[in-house]
């Protein structure tokens, strides 16, 4: 990926990279490099989007205390999200469309170990109860699943066997 790095965070002890995907006036979008941790996804309520997940109470509550200092989490923006719905996060995950035009397929394949924080594809294949991993995103494709990032790096629906969680934040950088 020939995308600016940046370092912000720390994760498991370790400091967490972070893939410039946009810039704009009001800040910077930055999506991680590695797959941080596994979590799988559950509904507070009845709806399956992006505003009634575990996933997204998590992001914006433990993992952005742990993850983050005082001093680094004032260079995090909270930001207006559509997802279909408004939400307002600190932390999150990218939307279809924004994995779609802001990364080729080529990016948003699995390799090297890119998304399985030290493990290869093979590995996180395994892990994953063989069906393969995959990067959930906050789009809903139905009541039930959001879309994925597979690993050839298709975007499609979430077949169970998605585990992967890469974060994305809006950063102001100095």
Known sequence: MS???I????????PIEWIVL??????TLVFSKLA???LDLS???TSGTWQYSSLREYLNGEFYNKAFSADEKKKIINCFLKSPESTKDNVFLL????AETLMT?????CGNGTWCNGHNCTDCYKYSHNHGTCVYLRTPQNSHYMYAIHPSGSINQDYGGCI?????IYIREE
């Open 105 to 109: 397929q080529d990016e948003r394949k």
């Open 43 to 45: 509904w507070n309520g």
């Open 164 to 168: 992967s969680i890469r974060p994305a």
């Open 22 to 27: 946009k810039e704009e006036s009001f800040g």
């Open 3 to 5: 995308k600016r790095i």
């Open 95 to 98: 939307s279809k469309e924004e």
């Open 7 to 14: 370092t912000l965070g720390t994760w498991d002890g370790k």
């Open 36 to 38: 941080l941790f596994s």
